[in-house]
C-alpha cells in the first residue's frame, strides 16, 4: 500500500493506494483541512499520525494540530486538544510523543502524551515575566477580510514596548508575499532557525512604529484555490491589495495607527513586494526599504517562477517586471542588494535603479560589496539602514550616527537559504 499526499479535491488531503494495481482504496483524510505533514505511521495497528491545520472550528487555520486516523477507514481523531500551534516529536518506538504547543499570544508549554493522546506528564512551560517587566508586549494576532470580503487573512501587529494607545504610530509592513512560504509566524520556534520572524519585526517596532505582517491570497497552507490566486499571477505579489485592505480594516478599531504613514519592507520575495507596492499604491505605502528583490523574474530561477507563475508563452512575464510600474512612483525608496547576490542576481536591482533614473524618480541604493544573498540579509548594517530610513521618513527624526548593531555570535543558528 502506498500513502499519498494530494490537492485533487481542492484540498491537500492523504489518500490509500494498492501499490500493485495502483487502484485507490480510499480516501484517509477529507473536508476544508490542510495535511501538512506524515508524522508517524503504526504499521502493526494500521495508524497514521498526521498534523494538519483548519479542522478545527474558530481556530487559526494555519494552528498545526496533530491527529490519529486508521488504513482502514474512519474519522480523524484529535490528540493535542489546546488552542495552540503544535510542533510534534514522536518516541522511536511510537509509543509516546511529546508535544510542545504556544500562540505569538501564550508562552510555549511541552508536555508528554501516549500515542493515543493521554496526557503523561507536563514536562515545561515558559515564563516572559521578566521579558514584560521591560514593557514587552505579546504580538498581537489578528483576522481581517481579504478583497471581495468573504474570505478570512490573518497576520500580526508588533508594538513598541513604550506603547502609549494616547498617541499616533507610524505603521510598517513587513512583507514577505507568494505561495512558499508564510510570512506570519504562530507560534514561539521551538528551535532558533526561523527566530528573525520575531526579532526583525520586533526590533522594528522599538523604534516607535507598528510593525504589521498579513499573509494575503495566493500564500500557502489554505486551500488550493486560495493558493492559486498567485499562479499566473506573481505580480500580485503576494496579495499586496489585501495588505492594503486589511491595513485599514485594523485601523478602523485603532485609533492609534496612523495610515498617513506607513511603509513597507521585505528581502528577496519581499523586497519585490516592497518596490512594488509602493509603486502600485503610492497613495497608501510612502516610504519602502527593498532588500535582495527579484524585480525582473524572467532573469530569476525556474524553481520559483516557471513552478509558480507558468511557462513564458503561456504567463505575463511583462507583469512581473516592476520597473513598468515605476511611473506612478513618488515616494521614499531604497534599494539594498548584496553585489555577490548568488540568488537573486544584482541585475535585477540595477534593472529596477535603471528604470526610476529613466523616469526622474527620486530614490536611494546601496550595493554592499561581497554580501550574497544570506550575508546581506544578516548583515548589521542592512539593518542600521533599514532602521534609518524609516526613522528619518516615517518618524521625522534624524538618526545618530555613531551607533551599531552588533551580531550574536555563534552566528551559525542563522536562517540559511
Not at 508517524?40 to 491527529?67: C, N, S, V
Not at 526561523?194 to 522599538?206: R, Y
Not at 495588505?243 to 485609533?255: D, S, T, W
Request: include cysteine; proline fraction near 7%.
Amino acid at each position: 500500500e502506498i500513502v499519498w499526499y494530494s490537492h485533487i479535491d481542492g484540498w491537500p488531503h492523504l489518500y490509500l493506494y494498492d501499490r500493485a494495481s495502483g487502484q485507490l482504496i480510499r480516501q484517509l483524510t477529507r473536508g476544508p483541512m490542510v495535511v501538512r505533514q506524515l508524522i508517524h505511521i503504526d504499521e502493526d495497528k494500521r495508524m497514521l499520525y498526521f498534523t494538519a491545520g483548519g479542522r478545527e472550528a474558530g481556530r487559526d487555520p494555519y494552528f498545526l494540530h496533530l491527529y490519529v486516523v486508521s488504513l482502514d477507514g474512519g474519522e480523524p481523531r484529535l490528540l493535542t486538544p489546546e488552542d495552540a500551534d503544535h510542533s510534534i516529536n514522536f518516541s522511536p518506538d511510537g509509543r509516546f510523543f511529546t508535544d510542545t504547543f504556544s500562540r505569538i499570544d501564550m508562552p510555549p508549554a511541552s508536555v508528554l502524551r501516549t500515542a493515543s493522546g493521554e496526557l503523561v506528564s507536563e514536562l515545561e512551560k515558559a515564563d516572559f515575566s521578566a521579558l514584560q517587566s521591560l514593557g514587552w508586549r505579546y504580538p498581537q494576532p489578528f483576522k481581517v477580510k481579504a478583497r471581495a470580503g468573504s474570505t478570512d487573512i490573518y497576520g500580526a501587529i508588533y508594538f513598541p514596548s513604550d506603547f502609549d494607545p494616547g498617541k499616533k504610530y507610524p505603521v510598517i509592513d513587513d512583507i514577505y508575499p507568494g505561495p512558499i512560504v508564510g510570512r506570519t509566524p504562530k507560534s514561539y520556534p521551538t528551535n532558533l532557525s526561523f527566530i528573525e520572524d520575531f526579532w526583525n519585526p520586533q526590533a522594528l517596532a522599538e523604534l516607535g512604529f507598528l510593525v504589521v505582517t498579513i499573509d494575503g491570497m495566493g500564500s500557502w497552507n489554505r486551500s488550493r484555490a486560495f493558493r492559486e490566486v498567485s499562479y499566473g499571477n506573481q505580480g500580485d505579489a503576494g496579495g499586496l491589495e489585501d495588505h492594503v485592505l486589511g491595513i485599514r480594516q485594523l485601523a478602523q478599531e485603532r485609533p492609534y495607527m496612523d495610515l498617513d504613514r506607513v511603509g513597507i519592507t521585505g528581502y528577496s520575495g519581499g523586497g519585490l513586494a516592497a518596490a512594488r507596492a509602493i509603486c502600485v499604491y503610492p497613495d497608501f505605502y510612502k516610504v519602502a526599504v527593498a532588500g535582495g528583490g527579484a524585480h525582473d523574474t524572467r532573469l530569476y530561477m525556474a524553481d520559483a517562477t516557471e513552478k509558480f507563475h507558468g511557462l513564458p508563452g503561456e504567463a505575463d512575464y511583462e507583469k512581473l517586471i516592476t520597473a513598468n510600474y515605476v511611473g506612478p512612483f513618488r515616494g521614499k525608496l531604497l534599494l539594498i542588494h548584496g553585489e555577490m547576490d548568488n540568488n537573486v542576481h544584482p541585475a535585477q536591482a540595477m534593472r529596477l535603479a535603471d528604470a526610476l533614473i529613466r523616469a526622474n524618480k527620486e530614490f536611494d541604493m546601496l550595493l554592499m560589496p561581497n554580501r550574497n544573498h544570506v550575508d546581506c540579509f544578516q548583515d548589521p548594517y542592512y539593518y542600521r539602514k533599514m532602521w534609518n530610513y524609516f526613522t528619518e521618513h516615517l518618524l521625522g527624526i534624524e538618526p545618530p550616527l555613531d551607533f551599531s548593531i552588533q551580531p550574536p555570535e555563534p552566528k551559525d543558528w542563522l536562517f540559511a537559504y
